[in-house]
């Protein structure tokens, strides 16, 4: 072990989890993530958190295993996994690991830096999490908290990380079952609204697809603008028409705030170009414009309308990135030529 | 001559822009206030910590972002804690964000009024639809752009348009309050009820949602059908037995259709009371309609400690003409032109206001001068105008205004206000021989259809224009007066205080102009015609 690195929490059930920098025999560097069994038994409801725990652990684990069995080079795959027995004064602990590649940062924290003014490295950060994404997807699992903060950047690319919310109809898992599995400052409308109208009694793997495509807008948004779109639409929302709250806030079914949200959505695309560097807006404006129209396709508010429009049934299928990925490779190239000459 | 248009009225949907409705009127009904998933601040409680602890402007943009989700103001507080140290180098989306999250809510009367007088200049209009157009391309699914540019065709009476664009805001909102009651106001305008009402009972919201339920309501009263939904328990109440201002216009719509029904006004007049002191401006204009026209005491009477609030125009209007304040109630019903300038009510009582009870202004004319060309269909509107661009000495203007209304006007009593409109014309250029002619054409056509409301109405503006051009005597005038204040005294119509208000308009005017009589060529004509009036009025 070589330092404890404070976690970045997420909402996975327990926040019992410390991290650590650590280095193999051979030299590899990688991310242990320690969930100490210990930590619970002082909670109020020890025996519900420790199943809790558990089956979380388990959950990531499996997922992380299934991952790394189709080959997904996008994501942080375990490097190794386990448990480990812990004596503390006497009382015997356990410890349960995952040892994850190491990262040199997320996203969170470098868009903030010099590099998130590159625009060349944003698109090529934007196709690489598409890739991400879309491989995730072709391995039937939906991520559901797909976040700058969970988009690690390694040397020569970015990868999605932390698969404790996602889902998969082949790992039955507690949170399927949720309106929104993931961080709901960031969710899609159909995961913060209420919604009990046919339109959205769609299959539940399909719903979660459609929410990491907008997450993925949302993620893109971030990188040019330095901010994710489900707060920014929030804030040009009336307050009678926010999310639901304890004192106010929208109510009734999505279907009828909807015209409300497209108009602070559109008034966001709108702005999209307002405070951009000037070099990106002057040279790289097609670059620019054919993202804005992706996160448009991408975050279209109403589940049935996003993804291929010419697909009527919400499927699978219509919810798919491939016709996304060859663009943002095109666009790359692009950049990349325009940047050179 | 003129005449008050309004014989029925109900809660009828107002139709503004989006941005100028109080937010009250567009806010959820709470239907699944307790089984939506509501995003509390602990759930991100550990999160909370960790960013706290960390600091910087990533973690207080998470902070701040969890704010706008929960709502948690405490949150905001630590954000911009968390931000000061890096006050120079906050990223300006963030920023303004942060700015716009301490904007409080607009003055919702102030924008109205403020886009109220723009629209009342056509070029600002055309303007306004060019951009929205725009916006379109750009956004084709924004139902409410959509909703917004059907209104600014309808403002220019462009109806048509502003049919096709309702339609496609339906098509992709259908259930939307704003949209809904929108055609409803439409519709209205157009004079097709039946076609808004058929897609408002299309609409499932019409189950829980009292905005629409009292459109239904209020329209298949108009309509005289009956409701679907009528049922007086669906008024709600709040904890103090008050009716909540989301329930106010279905518990007037609920008791315009009870008071119509029969039902004791005693009963009626309690739930309009309990909804009065949180009413919508269009239920309190309700509540003086429906006590004034429809019950044995006038508001004033039955309700003395209410007053209407700041945005209730229509209501002010009725309150000062009641009190004989026209000056107040000219100003008010400009606001309330402005505020509703498709509506032919509206459009009527402000020109009468102007041209009978006060003086024509720059803004009456273009009033006048506007509803020409957008309700040149609808007589009533067309003879407000006339009787204003006259007053105003726009006799190009009136003119026209008189070949529509000869067009316009159907057959029978109504072809009186024709007959009067031109004499009032004729007499203003000059013409008093064929002026006097309309006159008399106008009382004959109101003796032959038996409306003694018509005959006062056109023996007082005859003899107010012969009163202006100094054409009768004295004695002459003194004798009219007597008789058509007798003929006032014995009418037994709705009309009757009305009337008594004109004519103490008319009665005015005609004596400050006593000293500047100089023939008495409309004595003879006047006098013998006033033993006609007594007669007619007796029979």
Redesign the interface.
């Known amino acids: 072990m070589l330092e404890q690195i404070?976690?970045?929490?997420s909402?996975t059930p327990g926040?019992f989890s410390v991290g650590y920098r650590v280095k193999s025999v051979s030299g590899k560097e990688g991310f242990l993530k320690a969930s100490d069994i210990g930590m619970l038994l002082g909670s109020q409801d020890p025996v519900q958190k420790l199943l809790d725990a558990t089956t979380a652990h388990q959950f990531e684990r499996s997922v992380l295993e299934h991952c790394r069995g189709n080959r997904l080079d996008k994501i942080v795959t375990a490097i190794d996994s386990g448990t480990h027995q812990i004596d503390v004064d006497g009382v015997r602990d356990f410890v349960f690991f995952i040892v994850f590649e190491l990262a040199s940062g997320d996203l969170?924290?470098y868009v903030?830096s010099d590099q998130g003014n590159d625009l060349l490295w944003v698109v090529s950060a934007i196709h690489n999490l598409s890739v991400a994404v879309s491989q995730m997807h072709s391995a039937n699992i939906y991520h559901n908290d797909f976040k700058p903060g969970n988009a690690l950047v390694f040397e020569d690319t970015e990868k999605v990380a932390d698969l404790g919310r996602a889902t998969s109809p082949q790992f039955p898992v507690s949170h399927e079952n949720m309106?929104?599995a993931g961080d709901?400052?960031?969710a899609p409308p159909e995961q913060?609204?209420?919604n009990?109208n046919g339109s959205l009694a769609i299959d539940k793997f399909i719903r979660f697809k459609a929410g990491d495509l907008y997450n993925l807008g949302s993620v893109m948004h971030f990188l040019v603008?330095?901010?994710?779109l489900?707060?920014?639409v929030?804030?040009?929302l009336?307050?009678?028409?926010?999310?639901?709250?304890?004192?106010?806030?929208?109510?009734?079914?999505l279907?009828?705030?909807?015209?409300?949200w497209?108009?602070a959505f559109?008034v966001v695309?709108?702005e999209f170009y307002?405070?951009l560097p000037n070099s990106w807006l002057y040279k790289y404006r097609f670059c620019l414009d054919e993202i804005k129209d992706i996160i448009l396709h991408l975050c279209e508010p109403?589940i049935l309308?996003r993804g291929d429009l010419k697909a009527t049934e919400a499927s699978l299928s219509k919810y798919s990135l491939e016709r996304i990925i060859s663009k943002l490779a095109n666009l790359k190239n692009r950049l990349l030529v325009k940047s050179r000459a | 001559m003129h005449e008050d248009a309004r014989e029925e009225r109900n809660v009828l949907p107002r139709w503004r822009p989006l941005v100028a409705v109080e937010?009250?009127d567009?806010?959820?009904?709470?239907?699944?206030?307790k089984?939506?998933?509501?995003?509390?601040s602990n759930?991100f409680a550990?999160?909370i910590a960790?960013w706290k602890?960390?600091g910087g402007?990533?973690a207080a943009?998470?902070i701040?972002?969890?704010f706008?989700?929960?709502?948690d103001r405490s949150l905001l507080r630590h954000a911009i804690s968390l931000l000061r140290p890096h006050k120079s180098v906050i990223?300006?989306?963030?920023k303004?964000?942060i700015i716009?999250?301490f904007r409080s809510?607009p003055d919702r009367l102030e924008i109205r009024k403020s886009i109220a007088r723009r629209e009342t200049d056509e070029s600002y209009l055309r303007q306004s639809i060019r951009i929205i157009k725009k916006?379109l391309l750009?956004?084709p699914?924004?139902?409410?752009?959509y909703l917004e540019l059907a209104r600014l065709y309808t403002v220019i009476g462009s109806y048509e348009k502003s049919h096709k664009n309702l339609i496609r805001a339906l098509a992709?909102?259908p259930?939307?309050?704003?949209?809904l009651r929108a055609n409803l106001q439409f519709h209205n305008i157009v004079g097709s009820l039946e076609d808004g009402l058929r897609m408002l009972r299309r609409s499932e919201?019409l189950r829980f949602d009292p905005w629409l339920q009292s459109a239904e309501i209020a329209t298949t009263s108009l309509m005289g059908m009956s409701s679907n939904v009528a049922k007086r328990n669906l008024v709600a109440f709040d904890r103090k037995g008050e009716i909540p201002r989301s329930s106010t216009e279905l518990a007037m719509a609920m008791a315009t259709l009870e008071l119509s029904a029969g039902m004791a006004e005693r009963k009626v007049f309690q739930l309009v009371r309990k909804a009065l002191p949180n009413s919508t401006e269009n239920g309190f204009a309700q509540a003086i309609w429906l006590s004034d026209n429809r019950s044995s005491r006038d508001f004033l009477m039955r309700f003395p400690e209410f007053r209407p609030s700041g945005e209730a125009f229509e209501a002010k209007v009725d309150i000062s003409v009641k009190e004989n304040n026209f000056e107040d109630a000219a100003i008010f019903a400009q606001f309330w032109v402005e505020d509703q300038p498709f509506s032919a009510e509206a459009i009527v009582k402000y020109l009468n206001l102007r041209s009978v009870h006060t003086s024509p202004n720059e803004s009456s004319v273009k009033c006048a001068k506007r509803a020409l060309s957008v309700h040149g269909d609808d007589w009533h509107v067309l003879n407000a105008c006339v009787l204003a661009l006259v007053e105003a000495g726009e006799f190009d203007a009136a003119r026209r205004g008189i070949q529509r209304l000869i067009k316009e006007a159907p057959e029978g009593a109504a072809q009186a206000f024709v007959a009067a409109a031109s004499g009032f014309l004729a007499f203003a250029e000059g013409d008093f021989i064929a002026g006097r002619l309309y006159y008399e054409q106008a009382q004959k056509i109101a003796i032959e259809f038996k409306a003694q409301n018509l005959l006062i109405n056109a023996t007082m503006f005859w003899l107010r224009c012969e009163a202006v051009n100094g054409l009768v005597s004295v004695d002459c005038v003194e004798t009219m007066r007597s008789s058509i204040e007798k003929a006032l005294g014995r009418l037994k119509h709705d009309d009757k205080d009305y009337l008594k208000s004109v004519w103490h308009s008319v009665e005015r005017i005609v004596s400050m102009k006593s000293d500047k009589y100089q023939n008495s060529s409309g004595d003879e004509l006047l006098t013998s015609f006033s033993s006609k009036l007594e007669q007619a009025i007796l029979i």
């Open positions: 404070k976690l970045q929490s909402l926040q969170r924290k903030a309106l929104c709901s400052r960031f913060l609204y209420f009990d603008t330095k901010r994710m489900t707060p920014e929030i804030v040009r009336d307050d009678a028409f926010k999310p639901p709250r304890y004192h106010g806030g929208w109510n009734d079914s279907n009828d705030v909807m015209p409300y497209r108009q559109n695309i709108t307002d405070d109403d309308s | 937010r009250n567009l806010s959820s009904v709470g239907r699944f206030e089984s939506a998933f509501k995003v509390e759930q550990d999160d960790i602890n960390e402007i990533a943009s998470d701040f972002d969890t706008l989700v929960t709502g990223p300006a989306r963030l303004d964000s716009a999250a809510d916006r750009n956004y699914r924004d139902a409410l752009s992709l909102a259930d939307s309050r704003a949209i919201s």
